[in-house]
């Protein structure tokens, strides 16, 4: 499941964002797993976002299919869940990911971290606000308050995963939770 | 109409892009990351690549990443700009492979030719 947010968040880079909020939240007392993912970028028309969740249409123009958006909606819709999509031609899209948390057919989170340090690493530019509503706890990580004047790219990852993966630990992120199915094979 | 501060961190955020895009001083590596390069694997690839870098000490590399770019059956991709030289094309890298790239071709400026699939030369 990390692997179709790291997607999600392509778009929004591809959409020339330069904010990026993600949202995680677990939610046991509703059995509900959501992940949100807004940006600043272009936008949608409606009917692009009508189209959105074809396979067989993309905006770029040197291939044939986009599956980013309809894999994670498929996932979705094995797990009881669905995908909402907002946006704005004049900029800015939100998509949010639901799950039934408790669903067999769940996939399990994944590395969310590695997700996101591999996006951060590779898009400079943009500021990633990540939000995490874990069983235990809480958790917030903005990159513009880790960032530091004239600090090297590697350092700064460094600093973030650290950050990261400290902060998903101790609010009870546990990356191999899923269906059973995947709880019994520990794929992710 | 935008006010004072916007137009001046536009400024400033445009000036960054076009360092980082025409920083021909210092390597840079670039690693597919559509939808085919994450689903085989490209994140793992970038986080080797990311910590063999820190391993190296090599700090003045770049990396970027960028969409797919048709070529989905030899993902993970990974191009490397060396300053000076045409840009190298890699495919089916996985982090081991990964690893090795930097060693080799960004420490030790030797190529790694059994796994290039393209040499484009821009200059």
Redesign the interface.
């Given at each position: 499941m990390s692997?179709h947010l790291?997607?999600l968040l392509?778009n929004s880079?591809?959409a020339g964002a330069?904010n990026v909020h993600v949202i995680l939240i677990e939610d046991e007392a509703n059995d509900l797993l959501e992940i949100t993912v807004s940006d600043d970028g272009k936008g949608m028309s409606s009917a692009e976002q009508a189209r959105v969740l074809d396979p067989f249409y993309t905006s770029?123009g040197?291939?044939k299919v986009?599956?980013?958006l309809p894999?994670a909606a498929q996932a979705a819709a094995m797990a009881g869940g669905s995908v909402s999509i907002e946006s704005n031609e004049s900029g800015g899209t939100r998509v949010a990911v639901s799950y039934r948390l408790s669903h067999p057919d769940r996939q399990p989170l994944g590395d969310v971290a590695?997700?996101l340090?591999?996006f951060v690493?590779?898009?400079?530019?943009i500021d990633l606000v990540f939000e995490y509503q874990g069983p235990k706890d809480v958790f917030r990580l903005d990159t513009r308050q880790i960032r530091t004047e004239g600090e090297?790219?590697?350092?700064f990852?460094?600093k973030f995963e650290e950050k990261l993966r400290g902060g998903l630990s101790s609010a009870g992120y546990r990356p191999d939770r899923g269906g059973l199915f995947h709880e019994v094979t520990g794929r992710s | 109409m935008k006010s004072l501060e916007d137009l001046e961190r536009l400024k400033e955020e445009t000036l960054q892009d076009i360092r980082l895009r025409t920083s021909s001083g210092s390597p840079r590596i670039v690693i597919g990351m559509g939808t085919c390069g994450i689903a085989a694997g490209a994140r793992e690839t970038m986080l080797a690549i990311i910590d063999e870098l820190k391993v190296r000490r090599k700090f003045d590399v770049t990396i970027t990443e960028t969409g797919c770019i048709g070529l989905c059956a030899k993902e993970p991709i990974v191009e490397v700009h060396m300053p000076g030289q045409p840009k190298v094309l890699y495919g089916n890298v996985d982090p081991s492979r990964g690893r090795q790239i930097v060693v080799s071709h960004i420490v030790n400026h030797k190529p790694i030719d059994q796994w290039i699939i393209n040499v484009e030369d821009n200059s």
């Open positions: 692997l790291l997607d392509q880079a591809h330069r770029s040197h291939k986009g599956l980013g894999l590695a997700t340090v591999s690493a590779g898009n400079p530019l090297g790219q590697l350092a990852i460094a | -």
